[in-house]
């Protein structure tokens, strides 16, 4: 199967329509829908709900969808250790999607204009347990996990982040109180999350079943990877979702999103920086978590 059909799949979803994916891509959206029905033929099964306005995958769409960003990812990365036998010395970075949307821009702006000679950079979106499994194959130098599990990090230096907070929010538009909303107003909602097993899901289905009720209860749990897209909708009011506090700071503070925060729930969980040793010696790795710890303690020099 052409790795331009996977790459279709991934953006579409991501995206909710054909239409944007198409624009994404710089293809046709007759070509967009070509390449979903020839994965679907290929599969025999529908891989869209195309029941909504905002395209869904089905539940071997999702199955499909897993396997085919993991197929993309291993790509991405046999063209990278290609290049590296070319490159300078660079720095390979892994994180969750929800550190990398928050925090990642201000560290490369601050990163770059003292490195502006610097090409060999580069940067991975991934679960906790996939950032660990990268660091172990040695496809990163350096990657970030929030965890509320242990993992086994013998091998490996380890820098303790200040804590990630996860909170439910929701938009002005549902009317819920931030300081007295219950467990069962929440449930009322559609919940959106970004998929099952990532960081936010994992926590919110421990913090559930900690107060003896399940996530099947919300109305509807809608799976959506872009997060933007998840944030943006919650903003309009069509729903609620658990996430980080960190990925929604801009929108507390502008007013478009309120926090919920619920007794019997934990709400924080570890935020660690994870580092290969065999990287110390590298300098330029060294300079870009000096910028890391710059973020959340600007009293470090760099």
């Not at 869904?56 to 590296?84: H, M, S, W, Y």
């Not at 950032?131 to 990163?140: D, S, T, W």
């Not at 130098?141 to 982040?161: N, P, S």
């Not at 994870?274 to 300079?287: E, M, T």
Request: glycine share 6%; proline share 3%; with cysteine.
């Amino acid at each position: 199967m052409q790795l331009e059909c996977f790459k279709t799949l991934v953006e579409t979803v991501a995206l909710g329509s054909f239409s944007k994916a198409a624009e994404k891509l710089f293809v046709t959206q007759s070509t967009v829908s070509r390449r979903i029905q020839l994965l679907e033929e290929h599969y025999g099964m529908q891989l869209l709900d195309r029941s909504s306005p905002v395209l869904a995958p089905t539940k071997v769409g999702n199955i499909v969808l897993e396997k085919a960003t993991r197929i993309l990812f291993l790509e991405r990365e046999l063209v990278q250790q290609v290049l590296d036998l070319k490159q300078n010395p660079s720095v390979s970075f892994c994180c969750t999607p929800a550190f990398g949307i928050a925090f990642l821009p201000d560290i490369m702006k601050r990163f770059m204009l003292s490195h502006s000679a610097v090409s060999g950079v580069k940067f991975f979106f991934e679960l906790p347990d996939k950032v660990i499994e990268g660091l172990r194959a040695g496809n990163f130098q350096a990657g970030i996990i929030e965890h509320f599990e242990q993992y086994e990090l013998d091998g490996f230096e380890t820098i303790a982040l200040p804590d990630d907070e996860l909170v439910f929010v929701s938009s002005p538009k549902l009317g819920l109180d931030e300081h007295t909303t219950t467990i069962d107003e929440l449930i009322r909602h559609d919940l959106y999350v970004r998929m099952e097993g990532c960081c936010s899901s994992k926590l919110l289905a421990f913090n559930m079943q900690s107060i003896d009720r399940t996530c099947s209860e919300f109305a509807r749990t809608i799976v959506c990877a872009d997060l933007h897209m998840i944030i943006d909708t919650v903003c309009e009011g069509n729903g609620i979702t658990f996430t980080s506090r960190s990925l929604v700071e801009q929108q507390v503070q502008r007013g478009t999103l309120r926090i919920h925060r619920l007794p019997g729930f934990r709400h924080e969980h570890k935020r660690t920086m994870v580092l290969n040793r065999s990287s110390d010696s590298c300098q330029l790795l060294q300079d870009f978590v000096t910028e890391i710890k710059a973020i959340f303690d600007p009293g470090v020099v760099v």
